[in-house]
């Protein structure tokens, strides 16, 4: 039975939304709330680090192919390679993540003489944090997939 990752991803993404809609418009702060989540410098520092990250360690490509796993038919080696890309992936996401973290965090520290802008500045800090927690679940299940189809595999050819 093939799988398809394209499938899961997007269930995943859908009950993401709608957990995070929930959680968000229950508040008192209505739709302003979810503004409070977009970030656009730390979700660009997580991807200048991730994606080329990636190219650098020549995983780009097996990473790509991890989006595949289950369409498509790959050898043990491949779903190695493509097992050890995504994990690269969620390494490079973690340490992008805490990257981001301490910068801002030290961009924090360095204007406390103003307690207007903690709060908010804080709160970038922890966006980082929660970027990554959204890569992760995006990349949780493609490792599980492919390292799921290389057990199928080896238990074809012990056959």
């Not at 302003?32 to 780009?60: N, T, Y």
């Amino acid at each position: 039975m093939k799988k398809n990752i394209r499938l899961v991803l997007l269930g995943e993404l859908l009950l993401f939304i709608i957990v995070f809609l929930i959680l968000t418009l229950g508040t008192g702060f209505g739709t302003s709330a979810i503004l409070w989540f977009l970030d656009f410098p730390s979700i660009i520092v997580i991807l200048l680090i991730l994606i080329p990250g990636l190219i650098i360690m020549g995983e780009w490509k097996d990473f790509i192919k991890s989006f595949s796993v289950g369409i498509k038919d790959y050898r043990l080696l491949e779903l190695k390679n493509i097992i050890e890309a995504v994990a690269a992936a969620q390494k490079l996401t973690v340490f992008a993540a805490l990257f981001a973290i301490i910068i801002s965090g030290v961009l924090v520290m360095g204007n406390l003489s103003d307690p207007e802008t903690i709060g908010p500045n804080l709160a970038v800090c922890f966006l980082s944090g929660f970027y990554a927690v959204l890569i992760e679940f995006i990349l949780l299940p493609l490792r599980l997939n492919a390292e799921r189809k290389m057990n199928e595999e080896m238990d074809m050819e012990d056959e």
